[in-house]
């Protein structure tokens, strides 16, 4: 992995922004579009404002998140919401949404409606951004989680799993570890001391289940997982 520390998290913002930008732009020049998967939570909150400002072509760009908590999308815990408010408001409107939800089925009832849309989108994806809890999940691959198995399993075709979990407040979906995990850009973005500790504990032995952040930390791959971090 490649650490990338900075003093605040504006300068974070910024840095992650601009590299992202660059990833996408890059995307767009070779194969005519690019496709970006980010994290909901509120961490991305300033990096998102600031990327949603960059001066590339949004038309050309599919957006999707990494994880969605099964609940309307008018709820202030939607991750869609939370795009809408915080991404899609800039030059980056442009782009093409593709949206979890599926009105009326449970999150396990819409799995392979979710699976066939998802799994149709473009791969590798242009860039994916990470999140982590405090108790080592990212995406929605928690501890206790009822699907993690499926969720984490490198040979797996499946594109989206629904989960479960104590940690989780409500279901919620997920892209599984393979999708993202070809990602030409692969970031982790966090903040703040508690989850530098957490980090650190996830990069030493352990097993996954108790971590699951470990399973994105010990991806072999060819471009390195970017650490981002500030205070
Ligand atoms: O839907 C979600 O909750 C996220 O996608 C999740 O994986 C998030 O990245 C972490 O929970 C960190 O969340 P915070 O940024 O709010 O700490």
């Given at each position: ?133 405090g108790d080592g999940h990212t995406a929605s691959f928690f501890p206790g989680g009822d699907n ?84």
């Amino acid at each position: 992995m490649k650490r990338h520390d900075y003093a605040t998290r504006a300068d974070l913002a910024q840095a992650l922004a601009a590299g992202v930008a660059a990833v996408l732009a890059g995307g767009i020049a070779t194969r005519g579009e690019a496709i970006l998967a980010v994290s909901g939570g509120s961490t991305p909150k300033l990096f998102l404002q600031t990327l949603a400002q960059a001066e590339i072509d949004w038309s050309r760009v599919i957006v999707c998140l990494v994880d969605e908590r099964w609940v309307p999308d008018t709820s202030p815990r939607s991750n869609a919401a939370f795009l809408r408010e915080n991404f899609l408001r800039g030059r980056a409107a442009a782009a093409r949404l593709e949206l979890f939800h599926e009105d009326g089925l449970t999150a396990e009832e819409a799995e392979p409606e979710l699976t066939r849309r998802f799994g149709g989108l473009p791969r590798p994806f242009d860039a994916v951004i990470l999140g982590m809890g405090g108790d080592g999940h990212t995406a929605s691959f928690f501890p206790g989680g009822d699907n993690l198995a499926r969720a984490l399993d490198l040979a797996s075709h499946e594109a989206v799993v629904s989960m479960r979990a104590p940690g989780a407040e409500e279901p919620r979906v997920t892209l599984t570890l393979p999708r993202l995990a070809d990602a030409r850009f692969l970031a982790l973005h966090i903040e703040g001391e508690d989850k530098r500790r957490t980090l650190e504990t996830a990069m030493g032995p352990g097993p996954t289940e108790e971590l699951p952040v470990r399973a994105v930390l010990r991806l072999d791959r060819a471009e390195p997982l970017q650490v981002f971090w500030a205070p």
